[in-house]
């Protein structure tokens, strides 16, 4: 049996399908944050604030994380997610050894199967979270990118820029 939703479908879909505006003017190169923790090597984040007819809405945002590979093994880790009321309700992720299987999605033509990354999450009717499909893994990270702004209806993104260096920047 699957979870309850965290947020009822219908409303996951239409905040989706809502036209969202980025809130900042930085460019994304200057809005990495490392996140905490002392994590070899440094997790980078973005947490951005998203507008509907240029109001703020509260609980809508961006959050975009980025985690080079530790030795190479496998491609640096990347994740965008869209949060509506802080639910993860549309997601891509890639570049984790690792995949997911779908617990949630009857009828979905991945229900139930184990996809791996890079791939998708979209809500289904029966979870708002927690359903993935993949993507095509010869795209790069800026296709990504854009290809997540596109899926979650968010326009004045600025382009995809990696974190600054994790030993700092030549000059």
């Known amino acids: 049996m699957a979870e309850k939703p965290l947020l009822e479908y ?3 879909m239409r905040a ?6 980025w809130a ?10 490392p996140v905490a923790g002392g994590r070899v090597p440094s997790l980078f984040e973005i ?8 109001v703020a809405r509260k609980g809508w945002r961006v959050r975009v994380s980025y985690q080079r590979s530790p030795r190479g093994f496998h491609p640096d880790n990347f994740g965008a997610s869209l949060l509506i009321d802080n639910a993860r309700v549309l997601a891509f992720d890639s570049g984790k050894p690792s995949g997911h299987r779908n ?8 229900y139930q ?10 809500p ?18 800026a296709e990504l990118w854009r290809l997540f ?23």
Not at 103 to 110: A, C, D, I, L
Not at 125 to 137: Q, T
């Open 10 to 12: 219908a409303y996951a």
């Open 16 to 21: 989706i399908a809502e036209l969202k505006q």
């Open 24 to 33: 900042s003017h930085t460019p994304m190169g200057g809005l990495w944050k």
């Open 47 to 54: 947490n951005v604030a998203l507008e509907t007819n240029g």
């Open 103 to 110: 617990k949630v999605g009857v009828g979905e033509p991945y």
């Open 113 to 122: 199967k184990r996809v791996d990354h890079p791939h998708w999450h979209r």
């Open 124 to 141: 289904v009717p029966d979870a708002s979270e927690g359903y993935v499909e993949p993507l095509d893994p010869s795209l790069t990270r």
């Open 149 to 171: 702004l596109e899926r979650a209806n968010i326009e004045g993104a600025p382009d995809f820029q990696m974190p600054p260096g994790e030993q700092g920047e030549l000059l």
